[in-house]
C-alpha cells in the first residue's frame, strides 16, 4: 500500500521538500552543461593535436600559433566577457551558443596540451582534476559553512597569481612556475567550493525559464573554468612530456 506522505508534513516541510527538489534539478542542469562544454573542449583538442591539416591552421611547424590560432587563443576571452556582462541582455539559448563557441575555441587552445603531453598522463590528470573536483564540489554544495570571505581570498590569490605568471614570461624561472602551478591547484580547488555554493545560493525557485536558464548556463562556465584551470595547473606539475 502506497503512502501520501504529504498530508503528513507541515506547509513549511512541503514547501521545504519542494524548493530541495527544484534545488536538486537547477544543479544537475548546470552540472550537465559544464559536462557537454568538457566534452566538446576534449574532442575537439584531440582532433586539432591529431589531424594535421587541421593543426597546421591553428598552429605553426615551429611551434607557435598562425594568425587563425591567435585568434582561437584570444577569442575566449572576448566571449567570457561577452557573458559576464552581457548575459542579463541576452536570451537563455543565445548565452548557450556563447558558451558551446567558448567550449569549442578552448579546445583548440588546448590541443597544446595534447601535443606537448603524452596521452597516458593527459588521462592520469583528467580523473585526478576530476576526483578533486567532485569532492569539492560537494563540499561545497553540503556545507553550512559560509564561504563567501573564503571566496575573497581567493580572488586576490588568483590576481597574484595571474601577475607572477606574466612576469615569469620575461623571467623563465622554473621555480616560479612550479611556485605558481602549486598556487594554482589550490586556488582552483578553492573556488570550485566556492563557486558551487555561490551557485546554489542563486537557485531562486520564483524565477522564469529563461532567467533560470542563464543562471544554469553562468553557472556550468563558472564550474568548467574551474574545472579546466585545474587540469592544466595539475599538467603543468605532474604531467609526462612527449
Given at each position: 500500500m502506497a503512502f501520501n506522505t504529504r498530508k503528513y508534513m507541515?506547509?513549511?516541510?512541503?514547501?521545504?521538500?519542494?524548493?530541495?527538489?527544484?534545488?536538486?534539478?537547477?544543479m544537475l542542469r548546470v552540472y550537465n552543461y559544464m559536462a557537454s562544454g568538457l566534452a566538446l573542449t576534449?574532442?575537439?583538442?584531440?582532433?586539432?593535436?591529431?589531424v594535421p591539416a587541421i593543426?597546421?591552421?591553428f598552429f605553426q611547424p615551429t611551434g607557435g600559433l598562425t594568425g587563425l590560432g591567435w585568434i582561437a587563443f584570444l577569442a575566449?576571452?572576448?566571449?567570457?566577457?561577452?557573458?559576464s556582462f552581457g548575459v542579463h541582455k541576452m536570451k537563455a539559448s543565445t548565452a548557450m551558443a556563447v558558451f558551446w563557441g567558448y567550449a569549442a575555441?578552448?579546445?583548440?587552445?588546448?590541443?597544446?596540451?595534447?601535443?606537448?603531453y603524452t596521452a597516458e598522463s593527459i588521462a592520469r590528470v583528467f580523473f585526478i582534476t576530476a576526483a578533486t573536483f567532485g569532492a569539492m564540489s560537494l563540499y561545497g554544495y553540503t556545507t553550512k559553512r559560509d564561504l563567501s570571505g573564503f571566496g575573497s581570498f581567493l580572488f586576490m590569490g588568483l590576481i597574484g597569481m595571474l601577475i607572477a605568471m606574466v612576469v615569469n614570461i620575461f623571467l623563465q624561472s622554473t621555480m616560479l612556475h612550479f611556485l605558481v602551478s602549486v598556487v594554482g591547484v589550490l586556488i582552483f580547488t578553492g573556488l570550485t567550493a566556492y563557486d558551487t555554493q555561490k551557485i546554489k545560493e542563486a537557485y531562486y525557485e520564483g524565477d522564469d525559464a529563461d532567467t533560470a536558464g542563464?543562471?544554469?548556463i553562468m553557472g556550468a562556465l563558472a564550474l568548467y573554468l574551474d574545472f579546466i584551470n585545474l587540469f592544466i595547473m595539475l599538467m603543468r606539475l605532474i604531467g609526462e612530456r612527449r
Open positions: 507541515s506547509s513549511s516541510q512541503a514547501e521545504a521538500a519542494h524548493l530541495d527538489v527544484g534545488l536538486r534539478e537547477h576534449g574532442i575537439l583538442a584531440w582532433v586539432v593535436a591529431t593543426q597546421m591552421l575566449p576571452i572576448g566571449l567570457v566577457l561577452l557573458l575555441l578552448m579546445g583548440v587552445s588546448l590541443a597544446a596540451i595534447f601535443m606537448a542563464k543562471k544554469a
